[in-house]
């Protein structure tokens, strides 16, 4: 029993910590086929976050706070598009920006507003997205409940979560969808590999790279309030902890396709879950393994990632270059 409680414990762990992740990768992926690099992910994650919490806290809606979050990002999503796309501006470097404004501005913003040290005030229970079935939350719970494999391994791994671990599943299939089956998808591809044809073709470049940063931003936003209202009951200063950057890792090793870049994700996910179970516990030989480097694991993936797929990976040929209109 108690080794089926822990199988649960680390799925179901896996499954909600993949999800602000996978939001965030495929927002990457929809704006990098269409050409355009989104190194602000990581920011706008970190804006619609407190956007979300401080919504939420001051409106005491909800929904009126995932509202804000995704209105945040799409701003965000705009200042980028306008100086990458119209203004043809480095695209690395309007990203960095963007990190470094929402790092800053969502402290001085929760200090000025809420005077608790760049925290915004912990939700009421009420205030929260949380499970769909909160019978299944507890592994144990839910082992005793159903029946050790049912219960702790189906139960809790795959039915105890709240309706964005569930979207952030279903926006895989629905991105697949949109960029291979659709005729927008197909222009979004192209424009990506050969913006020229697509203008040859009367369709605007500009107009299809500033679609695709909004449509991003509408999962990035939705990233964000995750991680505010549902993983924590409020905004804490730079809480996003690098977790855009690894999508970037996940989106790369996934070779900018929905599928591969879930199978990625889910790997981020399940060293998070393992760090977290890990905390604490004495290896035979070894002794107890130091917090701080369990919560590396992480990060050294992406760097291991990163240095041994970048160079494999073949981005879309149009990625990152400013599109001039021939005349």
């Known amino acids: 029993m108690d080794e089926m409680v822990l199988i649960g414990s680390v799925l179901g762990s896996t499954l909600r910590l993949t999800a602000p992740l ?60 306008f100086a990458c796309i119209t203004h043809r501006g480095d695209q690395v470097v309007s990203g960095v920006a963007l990190n470094m404004v929402a790092a800053g501005l969502t402290v001085v913003l929760g200090i000025a507003w809420f005077q608790t040290g760049g925290q915004t005030p912990t939700l009421a229970p009420e205030l929260r997205i949380t499970a769909l079935a909160p019978g299944l939350s507890e592994p ?123 199978f990625a994700c889910l790997l981020f996910g399940l060293l998070d879950a393992l760090a977290i179970q890990l905390q604490g516990v004495s290896l035979p030989g070894i002794g107890e393994i130091p917090v701080q480097a369990i919560q590396a694991l992480p990060y050294l993936l992406t760097v291991v990632l990163l240095a041994g797929f970048i160079g494999q990976a073949i981005a879309p040929k149009a990625l990152g270059r400013p599109y001039v209109k021939e005349r």
């Open 22 to 81: 996978l939001l965030v990768a495929l927002a990457g992926l929809i704006s990098e086929r269409s050409g355009v690099i989104d190194l602000g992910l990581e920011g706008k994650m970190l804006a619609a976050a407190f956007a979300a919490a401080a919504a939420t806290a001051a409106t005491q809606s909800v929904l009126l706070g995932l509202i804000a979050a995704v209105g945040v990002a799409s701003a965000m999503a705009l200042i980028h598009g």
């Open 140 to 262: 144990a719970a839910a082992a005793q409940a159903h029946g050790g494999f049912l219960g702790a391994v189906l139960g809790h791994a795959l039915f105890s979560h709240n309706a964005l671990v569930y979207t952030a599943f279903a926006a895989v299939v629905g991105v697949w969808f949109l960029l291979e089956r659709t005729r927008l998808g197909l222009r979004l591809r192209a424009v990506g590999e050969n913006p020229a044809m697509v203008d040859a073709a009367g369709v605007s470049v500009p107009l299809l790279r500033y679609g695709a940063l909004l449509m991003g931003a509408v999962l990035v936003g939705l990233a964000g309030a995750y991680l505010s209202l549902a993983q924590n009951a409020n905004f804490s200063p730079n809480m996003t902890a690098g977790r855009g950057y690894i999508a970037l890792a996940a989106m790369i090793f996934g070779r900018w396709r929905p599928l591969p870049t879930l």
